[in-house]
Nanobody, 114 residues
Framework: QVQFVESGGGLVQPGGSLRLSCATS????????MRWYRQAPGKGRELVAH????????MYADSVKGRFTISRDNAKNTLYLQMSSLKPEDTAVYYC???????WGQGTQVTVSS
């Protein structure tokens, strides 16, 4: 079955950086567009970034544009999110998602605080 295992989250100071990873299994990773979403406490799930199946096309939410970079390694079936210049408002649980799809992983917690 389709599975996602997100990792790389943690506690970081404002202005810091983190790199999230999403290991996938159960489908042909290279054939699907992928996304990162996040959910802050008390809020709905928000689309953060999208990448096409080949990695040639990327799109970002305005709130992270210029600070976050989505990428993928189709040989390793893994999705990445490089986050820099982190702000307290980036605090959330981050999830990867296959497009189209219905499955979610457990997510990885990112906390930006001094």
């Amino acid at each position: 079955q389709v599975q996602f295992v997100e990792s790389g989250g943690g506690l970081v100071q404002p202005g810091g950086s983190l790199r999230l990873s999403c290991a996938t299994s159960g489908f042909t990773f290279s054939m699907y567009g992928m996304r990162w979403y996040r959910q802050a406490p008390g809020k709905g799930r928000e689309l953060v970034a999208h990448i096409s199946s080949t990695g040639e096309t990327t799109m970002y939410a305005d709130s992270v544009k210029g600070r976050f970079t989505i990428s993928r390694d189709n040989a390793k079936n893994t999705l990445y999110l490089q986050m820099s210049s982190l702000k307290p408002e980036d605090t959330a649980v981050y999830y990867c998602f296959r497009l189209p799809g219905t499955s979610w992983g457990q997510g990885t917690q990112v906390t930006v605080s001094s």
